[in-house]
């Protein structure tokens, strides 16, 4: 099992930036990449951002680049994701997720593609 605690959400005004933390435990060397989604009040959970552990390659929601980066840090476990320009819509409680398996571009933003997840952080977006 993995255990996954996010971290860095709260509330900031449009235009602003914030870091989310995911902290992974447990058989971390069975992680073959970890993901974030967000789900908003009312709609789907949707893909953010995703990266393999090994190499590093990313994966973005098109709707998405150029604001957020996801990046890792294998020793601790941990990936990040750095949000900028942040919108209201941006508002959602934004999950950490791990796929133990490759996966192409089609299955990266399925939420079934994954195997563990946290149990989210809430990040707010004022205008």
């Known amino acids: 099992q993995v255990q996954l605690v996010e971290s860095g959400g709260g509330l900031v005004q449009a235009g602003g930036s914030l870091r989310l933390s995911c902290a992974a435990s447990g058989r971390t060397f069975t992680i073959y990449a970890m993901g974030w989604f967000r789900q908003a009040p009312g709609k789907e959970r949707e893909f953010v951002a995703r990266?393999?552990?090994?190499?590093?390659?990313?994966y973005y929601a098109d709707s998405l680049k150029g604001r957020f980066t996801i990046s890792r840090d294998n020793a601790k476990n941990t990936v990040y994701l750095q949000m900028n320009s942040l919108k209201p819509e941006d508002t959602a409680v934004y999950y950490c997720?791990?796929?133990?398996?490759?996966?192409?571009?089609?299955?990266?933003?399925?939420?079934?593609?994954?195997?563990?997840w946290g149990q989210g952080t809430q990040v707010t977006v004022s205008s």
């Open positions: 997720a791990v796929d133990f398996d490759y996966a192409g571009r089609a299955r990266v933003v399925n939420v079934h593609e994954y195997d563990y």
């Open positions: 990266i393999n552990r090994s190499d590093g390659s990313t």
